[in-house]
Structure formats: C-alpha cells, structure tokens
Antibody, heavy 127, light 112 residues
C-alpha cells in the first residue's frame, strides 16, 4: 500500500526559502504525477503544482514565480521549494498522488484524481 | 485560475439527503469529466470520495454520489449520518492559464 510522508522544517523565516520533501513508500514513484497542495488554518485547499517522474512540471500561476519542484526517483522522493516566503505562506502542506493506475482494453491509464495524500506538515513563516 | 465556487455551509438531519454544488467554468468543470470530491475531518488529510464526476473509490459508501451539468458539479449525500459531518471540497482539472488543478473553497456539512 503506497504511503506518502512529508518532511522539512516547521519554521521558516520571512524572505527565506521553504523546502519540503515527500517520501513515497510501499510502491514506485515512477509513471505518476505528484502534487503539492497547501491549506492555511481554517481555509481551503490550494494546489501548488505537480511534477511527473520525468521531471516535467506544472505550477499554479499565482505561485509560479516562487515555486520549484524536483524529483529523485532513486530515493522515491519529490520536493518543493517556495522562495521569498511571507506569513501568507503559513499553512499545512500536503503531498498527493494523481492516480491510481488502471488498465482497460489493452492500454493502461492513470486516474485523474488525488487518490493518496500524505498526513500533511505544518509550516509556519515567522521571524 | 480562480477557485471553484461552493456554498460555505450546508446542514441536514440524520437520514436526510443534502447536495453540495461546485461551480466553475468551461475551462475546468465544464470542460473535463475530471471532477473529484474530498471529505476532510478536522486535523486530517482529505479523503477521496468521488472521482471522474460520479465514480466512487472502493470502500466509499454508496450514500455518496456525484453528478455534473454544464459548469456545475454536485455531491449528494443520502441517509445522512453523524460521521458525515466534515468539510467537503470539490476539485477539477483545468486548462485555465496552465494545465493543472483547481479546488473549491470548501463546504462545511453540519449534521443536526
């Protein structure tokens, strides 16, 4: 059973770079899109962006100038960097998988949904 | 890309049915059958309840159902139970500005 675990500093200073890693266990990171999603306290979910295992990325236009995602298939990990953070970036950060994969009619596909989520990690931006 | 529009709150009594709407545009909800619904209890990660507009993952109660008409998707919960009290979020694939995902603002379901 695939599980995701976020890790990284829980406290980041304003103007610095937030760095988080998501470790995939119980399955391969290959051939899936992996996303970062955040949720400020008491507010809704915001999609930050996603990365495919080839390294191809898509970012939320509102955050694109500050976001960098990367993937390390040898470690079954993918990462998020968010630069020039402010208090508005304080949130619970989730990693999630687009899936699952399935096969039909001789071809295989991936479900367009977030089927697996990490437990989330709280990141506070404060001096 | 703008967030999808959901009502802030809905409520119902045990045994009743409720429906939560999720309104987007032709670039997201109206353009793709990739609408999902997630349930989130306090302090927990979201849980997938509906994908591809109306499909339930294995293990999700058949009391949960989804549909779509034009740019608006809906989640219906029948036979409300106390454990259904949670926040519900819709999401849709989008081609507005970039290829990716957009979420609704969330709906707080209260079981009276």
């Amino acid at each position: 059973q695939v599980q995701l675990q976020e890790s990284g500093p829980g406290l980041v200073k304003p103007s610095e770079t937030l760095s988080l890693t998501c470790t995939v266990s119980g399955g391969s990171i290959s051939s899936y899109y992996w996303s970062w999603i955040r949720q400020p306290a008491g507010k809704g979910l915001e999609w930050i962006g996603r990365i495919y295992t080839s390294g191809s990325t898509n970012y939320n236009p509102s955050l694109k100038s500050r976001v960098t995602m990367s993937v390390d298939t040898s470690k079954n990990q993918f990462s998020l960097k968010l630069s020039s953070v402010t208090a508005a970036d304080t949130a619970v950060y989730y990693c999630a998988r687009e899936g699952p994969g399935y096969c039909s009619g001789g071809s295989c596909y991936v479900r367009m949904t977030f089927d697996i989520w990490g437990q989330g990690t709280m990141v506070t931006v404060s001096s | 890309q703008s967030a999808l529009t959901q009502p802030a709150s809905v409520s119902g009594s045990p045994g009743q049915s409720i429906t939560i709407s999720c309104t987007g545009t032709s670039s997201d909800v109206g353009g793709y059958n990739y609408v999902s619904w997630y349930q989130q209890h306090p302090g927990k990660a979201p849980k997938l309840m509906i994908y591809d507009v109306s499909n339930r993952p294995s293990g999700v109660s058949n009391r949960f159902s989804g549909s779509k008409s034009g740019n608006t998707a809906s989640l219906t919960i029948s036979g409300l139970q106390a454990e259904d009290e949670a926040d519900y979020y819709c999401s849709s694939y989008t081609s507005s500005s970039t290829l990716g995902w957009v979420f609704g603002g969330g709906t707080k379901l209260t079981v009276l």
